[in-house]
């Protein structure tokens, strides 16, 4: 028996018990006449003495040789500690050695491990297992599990059964890039690995299984970012005979229950808004709710611009600004910097107009050779700013103009400490549109994916105005992430042919890759519609991070390597070969 | 709404309420003035009627109308059946249809979606949605949710966390062939699917996360046969600071529980049985212990064989008896089917002697020519056989004998009835071999993986008789299935150093391949083990199936492909140029 308990349950209560513990050396101080070692395991810490009255010389060495991570075992006596630390679960009691086995040596780890460590992001990652011994990463993945086991007690709890799909399928262009598998029991075709199981629930939903659920990996061959992984994690959900309302209860009460009984944290009924007015409001579809900014449009046909004469505004499809409250004391060169800040080239704005809504009622902007105090005042009406406000304005065309006063206000929000990680402002983004414009392609493109059906009476829009087409698409936007998204189906194989026509899939195209799918539309398929959560996202918001990483017991950097194992790895002739067979090359 | 109940809820405690329900038209009786159809959802089915009297007369003409399959939804009343049919939970009610509505229209299915179909299986794995809308598929995949859910339960509540290991690693042969997967942003490298998370639990082991869990899909791109796909799902499970005692007491309780949740069977203390005496008395590694027939050896040392001059005996390395009890009454004919039977290339036994042990007391063999009723006396003495019993004998070379009269058994067990589906035997295999002759290439290969640890003080034995060393290796059968096997393994990196050594690998090799567990290795590796289950079979044999499939959503033909939507798919040339140039061969 290596341990008769773990090192964080010791107490008071144990005090002249003999227990067996087990663990890792955390750290050990040697004062020569004594030796105290804190013992580490996944469950705490507990301290360990070794004196020269009460062990013996040959421990007593053994004991100062020990090294940092050096796994050992060790017998004895609780016993009540002279000085007690509070702070420690454990605290109140340490051991007093009799027996000590070293189980493994141990190298001095490349970075310490502690809470906060001097080890950098890919050091770290090459050593992840030693990485995963500091309490911030074990505790990423324990909150990971807990947040997966509650997802599923929940939905099993509502009727959802969860079946699994296949990992081998056949590749069907969903947006992304595959990854594919070639077969060696049937050399020159290849599987792909699922983008998600979309189809597979489609099939359940005509096979009558009704509520269906998955945490599944999915796949896409995508170039990486900080934020995302070529691999990652989804909660998958379909049901039958639904409508939008019956899937956006469901999964409002998903997550108002993991924020209960993860965070305890209640929240109210959900907020819901037009995917129009999240673009109009916030010039983003997933909108950070936490805070306000909301854009105000200083529209010409008001009058606001007279006298005319600026020729930004005069040249500006739109004039958008934000009240940025308690900010009029901002200097010149804090303005400064922000108008550098807009101006990168990843934001894009040819510049930033300020109004100072200064303490004393007295506006002052960067634009006061054209445009007099009353002029400002009736911008600051718009804005209900009040004294003390700043009023931060962007002019130019429509959607680049939202996208950067998007990026301006999480900005500020950010430096303004208003994205509080432990506040949840949970959102559902309605009425998507359902197509959208490919500049390269010169087409338009399914936004969600070919699957999801028109509102009610729009399908005949498709002809003449395809983009004004709204979907029965929502998404759930936490925080300003999008955690979720989904929409109804289309359950008909008339109206799925016309879909992939408008997308211009030819018809042997739509039936060579969706044959299977329309085929099973005619034998009875019903109304159904669901929706998937990213489980890496909505653990890291859960868990008040912003990296996803830190939730990911084994990560791959942003070349998609697992740093740790050195993957992909290069392939050696004889895999060549193997390969060439498999593809039929040869 | 689509629905204010479902159609297996409804009882007399309903009756006058108004309700909706949707489903599937199972099917309809038309007697002109009356139609009843039953309604089908995943929840049961509940009866409709429509009548002249009550029913108006276009809704009559709809109502008959209503082919197999069709998905409607109706709104109606709850009324009392003058008939009732005890043997449906809603068979006290049911619906007078108000309104009725046409969903979807449905072709006549190609085999009829009924518990006992008319569908062949390669029809209905075509079709597979509408296999699932059959109650035992649709129950199997219910039953498969609720096994996984239990075991997450159990495992959850024992302190294990699930965590999730990657999907796109870097080969590490274990084995079978890895399936492989290009690398688009690392040309001419490849990921490859894991066919276990085995080192990534071992490295959780070495990063302090104790106690592990994770069901999990593993690949191996291996020829199919009926009840092996090439994606399979495995309980995945590993602990630290444990000896081989503590883990067979973790899954000896999962396994208990499973049968106690999900059979209400309560089973005893598991056997234990070690590898050794299995193929002694059973002849394989996974003995179905819910009979006897135990292998009797009739050996020549005992003087059995006296008077020599029976030439198959005495040119045998070993013959081996089974006691078949109450079958001294076969006849000739089925003797010689059997016979036939062992004779076949699938068995390969030259012959097959038997022994009738009378009611009478006589005995009577099928080698009276060598053998007196003094000398079949004894044989049936060594065999406990009783007066009615029938002797079946085979003799050969030790393995090959093993083998086939494990066959024999099995298949007899079979005939008699003895594998009985609702009674369940689970045992525990103990202390399994280190290693394994192959003959193809004339090397000891690790029976489990080269991860094993030896038992205690054989690792020296490795070099002189490595067929003899013992793993710390066990394996969970149940009535006659190995559903899970795992081992104590190797934590030190001289030890693992040395194993690679053993099995032929250069250190070059060790190194390219395992490099980074052992180097893992030296950063303070606790003593680790742990064991995996096979999900797939663990379901089915709690199902009470033989076969896997019908436990799987969308399982694989035994080509590897998914026959309904026909992957894996052709490589076209477009395809194939990128494939290329992502393995780096242009």
Same mark, same amino acid.
């Given at each position: 028996?290596?341990?008769?308990?773990?090192?964080?349950?010791?107490?008071?209560? /144990?005090?002249?018990?003999?227990?067996?513990?087990?663990?890792?050396?955390?750290?050990?101080?040697?004062?020569?006449?004594?030796?105290?070692?804190?013992?580490?395991?996944?469950?705490?810490?507990?301290?360990?003495?070794?004196?020269?009255?009460?062990?013996?010389?040959?421990?007593?060495?053994?004991?100062?040789?020990?090294?940092?991570?050096?796994?050992?075992?060790?017998?004895?006596?609780?016993?009540?500690?002279?000085?007690?630390?509070?702070?420690?679960?454990?605290?109140?009691?340490?051991?007093?050695?009799?027996?000590?086995?070293?189980?493994?040596?141990?190298?001095?780890?490349?970075?310490?491990?502690?809470?906060?460590?001097?080890?950098?992001?890919?050091?770290?990652?090459?050593?992840?297992?030693?990485?995963?011994?500091?309490?911030?990463?074990?505790?990423?993945?324990?909150?990971?599990?807990?947040?997966?086991?509650?997802?599923?007690?929940?939905?099993?709890?509502?009727?959802?059964?969860?079946?699994?799909?296949?990992?081998?399928?056949?590749?069907?262009?969903?947006?992304?890039?595959?990854?594919?598998?070639?077969?060696?029991?049937?050399?020159?075709?290849?599987?792909?690995?699922?983008?998600?199981?979309?189809?597979?629930?489609?099939?359940?939903?005509?096979?009558?299984?009704?509520?269906?659920?998955?945490?599944?990996?999915?796949?896409?061959?995508?170039?990486?970012?900080?934020?995302?992984?070529?691999?990652?994690?989804?909660?998958?959900?379909?049901?039958?005979?639904?409508?939008?309302?019956?899937?956006?209860?469901?999964?409002?009460?998903?997550?108002?229950?993991?924020?209960?009984?993860?965070?305890?944290?209640?929240?109210?009924?959900?907020?819901?808004?037009?995917?129009?007015?999240?673009?109009?409001?916030?010039?983003?579809?997933?909108?950070?709710?936490?805070?306000?900014?909301?854009?105000?449009?200083?529209?010409?046909?008001?009058?606001?611009?007279?006298?005319?004469?600026?020729?930004?505004?005069?040249?500006?499809?739109?004039?958008?600004?934000?009240?940025?409250?308690?900010?009029?004391?901002?200097?010149?060169?804090?303005?400064?910097?922000?108008?550098?800040?807009?101006?990168?080239?990843?934001?894009?704005? /040819?510049?930033?107009?300020?109004?100072?809504?200064?303490?004393?009622?007295?506006?002052?902007?960067?634009?006061?050779?054209?445009?007099?105090?009353?002029?400002?005042?009736?911008?600051?009406?718009?804005?209900?700013?009040?004294?003390?406000?700043?009023?931060?304005?962007?002019?130019?065309?429509?959607?680049?103009?939202?996208?950067?006063?998007?990026?301006?206000?999480?900005?500020?929000?950010?430096?303004?400490?208003?994205?509080?990680? /432990?506040?949840?402002?949970?959102?559902?983004?309605?009425?998507?549109?359902?197509?959208?414009?490919?500049?390269?392609?010169?087409?338009?493109?399914?936004?969600?994916?070919?699957?999801?059906?028109?509102?009610?009476?729009?399908?005949?829009?498709?002809?003449?105005?395809?983009?004004?087409?709204?979907?029965?698409?929502?998404?759930?936007?936490?925080?300003?992430?999008?955690?979720?998204?989904?929409?109804?189906?289309?359950?008909?194989?008339?109206?799925?042919?016309?879909?992939?026509?408008?997308?211009?899939?030819?018809?042997?195209?739509?039936?060579?890759?969706?044959?299977?799918?329309?085929?099973?539309?005619?034998?009875?398929?019903?109304?159904?519609?669901?929706?998937?959560?990213?489980?890496?996202?909505?653990?890291?918001?859960?868990?008040?991070?912003?990296?996803?990483?830190?939730?990911?017991?084994?990560?791959? /950097?942003?070349?998609?390597?697992?740093?740790?194992?050195?993957?992909?790895?290069?392939?050696?002739?004889?895999?060549?070969?193997?390969?060439?067979?498999?593809?039929?090359?040869?």
């Amino acid at each position: 028996m290596y341990r008769s308990h773990n090192c964080g349950e010791l107490r008071t209560e /144990n005090i002249n018990e003999t227990v067996i513990l087990s663990g890792w050396v955390q750290k050990s101080r040697d004062k020569g006449f004594i030796v105290w070692v804190d013992l580490r395991d996944r469950y705490g810490i507990t301290q360990l003495v070794f004196d020269e009255e009460r062990t013996s010389k040959q421990m007593m060495e053994q004991a100062q040789n020990l090294g940092r991570e050096f796994v050992i075992q060790v017998k004895g006596t609780v016993i009540e500690r002279t000085s007690k630390n509070p702070n420690m679960p454990t605290g109140a009691i340490e051991i007093l050695v009799s027996e000590l086995t070293i189980l493994n040596e141990a190298l001095l780890p490349p970075f310490t491990i502690e809470d906060k460590t001097d080890g950098g992001e890919e050091l770290r990652m090459k050593y992840r297992y030693l990485d995963i011994r500091r309490n911030p990463v074990k505790n990423s993945l324990i909150f990971r599990h807990k947040v997966a086991q509650e997802v599923r007690k929940y939905l099993s709890n509502e009727g959802f059964i969860e079946v699994e799909t296949p990992y081998l399928i056949k590749s069907t262009p969903e947006g992304a890039r595959d990854f594919v598998v070639p077969s060696r029991m049937n050399a020159g075709q290849f599987y792909a690995l699922p983008q998600s199981p979309q189809t597979f629930k489609q099939l359940l939903m005509v096979g009558g299984m009704d509520k269906y659920f998955q945490i599944v990996k999915c796949f896409r061959d995508e170039d990486l970012r900080a934020d995302r992984q070529p691999e990652f994690t989804q909660i998958d959900c379909e049901m039958a005979f639904v409508e939008q309302e019956d899937i956006l209860n469901v999964f409002e009460g998903l997550t108002r229950y993991l924020l209960k009984e993860v965070n305890g944290v209640e929240v109210k009924e959900f907020p819901r808004m037009l995917y129009d007015d999240a673009m109009r409001l916030y010039g983003n579809d997933k909108p950070d709710i936490r805070f306000g900014m909301q854009f105000c449009p200083l529209s010409p046909e008001a009058g606001t611009f007279e006298p005319k004469g600026f020729p930004v505004f005069d040249n500006s499809e739109i004039v958008l600004a934000i009240n940025v409250e308690n900010c009029a004391s901002y200097t010149r060169k804090q303005l400064d910097e922000l108008t550098d800040w807009v101006k990168r080239p990843q934001i894009g704005a /040819n510049g930033l107009i300020y109004v100072r809504y200064n303490e004393d009622g007295t506006l002052k902007s960067s634009v006061d050779k054209f445009f007099d105090e009353a002029v400002l005042k009736t911008w600051a009406e718009k804005c209900h700013s009040k004294p003390g406000d700043l009023i931060l304005i962007l002019a130019g065309e429509t959607n680049k103009t939202r996208t950067q006063l998007s990026a301006l206000r999480m900005e500020l929000a950010e430096r303004l400490g208003l994205r509080k990680p /432990n506040e949840f402002a949970p959102l559902w983004v309605l009425d998507f549109p359902l197509l959208e414009w490919d500049e390269d392609t010169k087409r338009y493109h399914a936004m969600h994916h070919p699957f999801t059906s028109p509102k009610p009476g729009q399908l005949e829009l498709l002809k003449t105005n395809p983009g004004d087409v709204k979907a029965n698409a929502y998404d759930l936007v936490l925080n300003g992430n999008e955690i979720g998204g989904g929409s109804i189906r289309i359950h008909d194989k008339k109206t799925q042919a016309l879909m992939f026509d408008y997308l211009g899939f030819t018809p042997e195209e739509a039936k060579s890759q969706f044959g299977f799918l329309m085929d099973a539309f005619q034998y009875g398929a019903p109304p159904h519609g669901g929706l998937a959560f990213g489980l890496d996202r909505l653990v890291a918001i859960l868990g008040g991070q912003e990296t996803i990483r830190d939730f990911i017991a084994f990560p791959k /950097n942003n070349n998609g390597r697992d740093v740790m194992i050195d993957a992909p790895a290069p392939i050696d002739d004889k895999q060549l070969e193997e390969l060439s067979l498999k593809l039929n090359l040869k």
